[in-house]
C-alpha cells in the first residue's frame, strides 16, 4: 500500500494554539462496552496504523474505556509526543474533574493532553454547575495539564452559561455534524464566539443515512475528485473550518481518507451539499437526550 503522506491543515484556536483539522477518533466502533481493564490489541493496532499514516491528532475519551489503548499506540507508535495532537473528554467522572484528567492521563501514558473536553452538557440543568465545573477545566489548563479546554455536545444556552463567568472561552465544541445535522444556528454562534468546531458522526450520511437526498451530489462530486463520497463528507468539513473526525480498523480505509486533504470543494460545491443535506433530518447519537422534531 502506497502512503499518501499528504499534510494535514491546521486550524488555529482562539488561544493561539493550532489543531489537526482531521482526527483519528476512538469511540464508536472501539467503544468498549464491557470491563475496561482487558485491552482491545486491534484498536491498540489500528491506532498506531493511524499515527504511522501521519495521523496526528489522536481522539479519545474516558467514556470509551479506550485511553490505555491509545497511550500504548501512542507510546509504540514511534511518533515523538510533541508531534502528535492527543484529546481527550470527561464525563463519568465530571464529580472531580482534576481528579478525571488525571486518571486519563495516567491511562494515556502523557503528561498533558493538548485538549480536553467536557463531554456533554447533560451532567447539570443549573447554570451555577456548569460554572463552576468550567472553572475547574480553566485550572487544569493553568496548570499545564492541558493546552486548550472545549466542550461537546454544547447548545448557545449552555455555552452561554459558561461565557457569563469564563475567564477562557472554550476553544472548541465538538458536535456530531453531517449533512443531515447542519446545526446551522450553533454554527453561526460559535463564529460569533470564537468557538471552533469539530465534527463527529461526519461520514453519516454515506452511512447510517446512505440512500438519501445528499446521495447524488456526494456521488457526483466524488466522481470528479476520483474520491470516495464519504472522503467527500470528510472535505465538506474542512472546507468550512470543521475539523473532521473519523475512524476505521481498515488500513486501506485509513489511508484513503488522508485524500480529502488533496482537492478542495468550491463554495458552491459546498453550498449544493448544505442544500441537499437540509432535506432530511438525521441525528445518531444522543437521541434518549433530543426528540426527533429537535434539529439544534
Known sequence: MAN????IPK???NDGTSIPMLAYGTGTAWYKAGDESKLDQTCIDSAKTAIKLDYTHLDGAEVYKTETELGT??????????????VTKVLPNIADIPAALELSLKKLGVDHVDLYLIHAPFFSDKKEDH???????EDLKARGLTKSIGVSNYLPEHL??????AKVVPAINQI?????????????????????TSAYGSLAAVTKGAGGPADDILKSLAHKYAVTPGEISLRWCVDQDIVAITTSGKEQRLSDYLRAMTFKLTPKEVAL???????????GFWT?????????
Open 11 to 13: 486550524l488555529k484556536l
Open 73 to 86: 499506540a501512542i507510546k509504540e507508535g514511534g511518533v515523538p509526543r510533541e508531534k502528535l495532537y492527543v
Open 4 to 7: 499518501i503522506h499528504t499534510p
Open 273 to 283: 451539499i448544505n442544500e441537499a443535506g437540509a432535506k432530511k433530518h438525521l441525528r
Open 176 to 196: 456530531e455534524f453531517h449533512p443531515y445535522l447542519q446545526h446551522p444556528d450553533l454554527i453561526a454562534y460559535h463564529k460569533s464566539k470564537g468557538i471552533a
Open 160 to 165: 452561554d452559561w459558561i461565557l457569563e463567568t
Open 131 to 137: 460554572q463552576a465545573k468550567w472553572a475547574q477545566m
Open 288 to 296: 434518549h437526550k433530543y426528540p426527533d422534531t429537535d434539529h439544534r
